[in-house]
C-alpha cells in the first residue's frame, strides 16, 4: 500500500470529485430513501409544462396585440396597449402566476408526501435531524431535504424525537 505522500496530487483531487456523496441512509433505509427520491423527482418536475404553456399565452396575448388581432377578433381597440411596457407586464405577470402555481403545487406535494415520511422516520426510530445530516450532501434529494428543513411543523415534531 503506498504512503500519503507517494500518491500524486492529482489523484487525491480526481478520487475526491468522484466520491458517492449519497447517505447511508440509502444503504441502511432504502424503502425511505427511495421515497425521498420519489418525493424529490416529483417536485422537480413541477412546473416543465406549465411554464411552456404560460410562456406560449402570454406570447400569443402580445402578438395578438400587436398585429391587431385581438381588434378584429374581440371588436375592442387596444391600440392605446401597443408598447413595450404592455409587453413586459404580460410577460411578468405570466411569470408571477407561474411562480406562484409552481409553489402551491410543490407545497400540494410535498404535504401530500409528509405523512408518509414521518411514519418511515418514526417506524425506523430516526429523528428528523439525523435525516437532515444524512442527506445534507446527497445532491439526489435537495428539493425535499429544502421543503423539510424549512418545515416548522416537522422540526418541532423531529425535536420531540419520533
Known amino acids: 500500500m503506498a504512503s500519503i505522500t507517494e500518491i500524486p496530487f492529482a489523484d487525491v483531487g480526481n478520487r475526491m470529485e468522484n466520491e458517492d456523496k449519497s ?3 440509502k444503504e441502511t433505509h432504502k424503502d425511505l430513501y427511495g421515497t425521498l427520491m420519489v418525493v424529490n423527482q416529483r417536485i422537480d418536475n413541477v412546473g ?3 411554464f411552456w404553456i404560460l410562456g406560449i399565452a402570454a406570447l400569443a396575448v402580445c402578438v395578438s396585440i400587436h398585429m391587431r388581432w385581438f381588434d ?3 371588436g375592442v381597440s387596444v391600440e392605446q396597449l401597443r408598447g413595450f411596457g404592455v409587453y413586459s407586464l404580460i410577460m411578468i405577470g405570466a411569470f408571477v402566476v407561474f411562480a406562484i402555481a409552481t409553489n402551491y ?3 400540494m406535494i410535498y404535504s401530500a408526501a409528509k405523512s408518509g415520511i414521518l411514519e418511515s422516520l418514526m417506524r425506523d426510530s430516526i429523528s428528523v435531524e ?3 445530516a444524512d442527506i445534507a450532501d446527497d445532491k439526489k434529494l435537495t428539493r425535499i431535504k429544502e421543503k423539510l428543513m424549512n418545515d416548522e411543523n ?5 425535536r420531540t424525537r419520533l
Open 72 to 74: 378584429s377578433i374581440f
Open 48 to 50: 416543465t409544462m406549465l
Open 130 to 132: 439525523s435525516l437532515l
Open 154 to 158: 416537522i422540526q418541532r415534531a423531529g
Open 23 to 25: 447517505s447511508d441512509l
Open 105 to 107: 403545487k410543490e407545497n
